[in-house]
T-cell receptor
Framework: GAVVSQHPSWVICKSGTSVKIECRSL??????MFWYRQFPKQSLMLMAT?????????EQGVEKDKFLINHASLTLSTLTVTSAHPEDSSFYIC???????????FGPGTRLTVL | DAKTTQPPSMDCAEGRAANLPCNHS???????VYWYRQIHSQGPQYIIH???NNETNEMASLIITEDRKSSTLILPHATLRDTAVYYC??????????FGGGTRLMVKP
């Protein structure tokens, strides 16, 4: 299947730091990518839909000024957690759709720990 | 997306078939049934999807009832590495996926 990568895999930062997470589709182009967040022992929650060349669409309750999304190319979307606080500590996962076969492929996730 | 209902947990003996049920009684005609699984601290892994017909691939089989109101994911010979949370999702192709609680499958030796 298609491969989606995320970088970094794990980041620990101080409160107030901004953290950028990259999501790349390695062997296919993705017009749309999705960003999810998962707290311990909970299911994935969609944060936003990232569209190449246009503004992201955020789910209700997700602050767009705090979680900046940029989808600069068909293979790269970035999520920047601005001024991170301990409550932002979570597992952030991206996904990209392979339109040919209607499958959606997930990245391995990025674990963010804010001290 | 149509709401799906899955049992919160299931056990299965290693080497036996694991049959994971999912109810999606409000599924619409153009929504697919997708199955993903998530092993601890990893991103979800695609397993299989289908619209009306039963599907089979190298990982699993998907049985969809004729009225499409429920489906069953079958892992024919479960191994310890199949221990994971399995998510059933009814979704229009290409749209965002909405995850429910899933079924925590524990494969035991």
């Amino acid at each position: 299947g298609a491969v989606v990568s995320q970088h970094p895999s794990w980041v620990i930062c101080k409160s107030g730091t901004s953290v950028k997470i990259e999501c790349r589709s390695l062997d296919f182009q993705a017009t749309t990518m999705f960003w999810y967040r998962q707290f311990p022992k909970q299911s994935l929650m969609l944060m936003a839909t990232s569209n190449e060349g246009s503004k992201a669409t955020y789910e209700q309750g997700v602050e767009k000024d705090k979680f900046l999304i940029n989808h600069a190319s068909l293979t790269l979307s970035t999520l920047t957690v601005t001024s991170a606080h301990p409550e932002d500590s979570s597992f952030y996962i991206c996904s990209a759709g392979a339109e040919i076969n209607n499958e959606q492929f997930f990245g391995p996730g990025t674990r963010l720990t804010v001290l | 997306d149509a709401k799906t209902t899955q049992p919160p947990s299931m056990d299965c003996a290693e080497g036996r078939a694991a049959n994971l049920p999912c109810n999606h009684s409000t599924i619409s005609g153009n929504e697919y049934v997708y199955w993903y699984r998530q092993i601890h601290s990893q991103g979800p892994q695609y397993i299989i999807h289908g619209l009306k017909n039963n599907e089979t691939n190298e990982m699993a089989s998907l049985i969809i009832t004729e009225d499409r109101k429920s489906s069953t994911l079958i892992l024919p010979h479960a191994t310890l590495r199949d221990t994971a949370v399995y998510y059933c999702i009814a979704n229009n192709a290409g749209n965002m996926l909405t995850f429910g609680g899933g079924t925590r499958l524990m494969v035991k030796p």
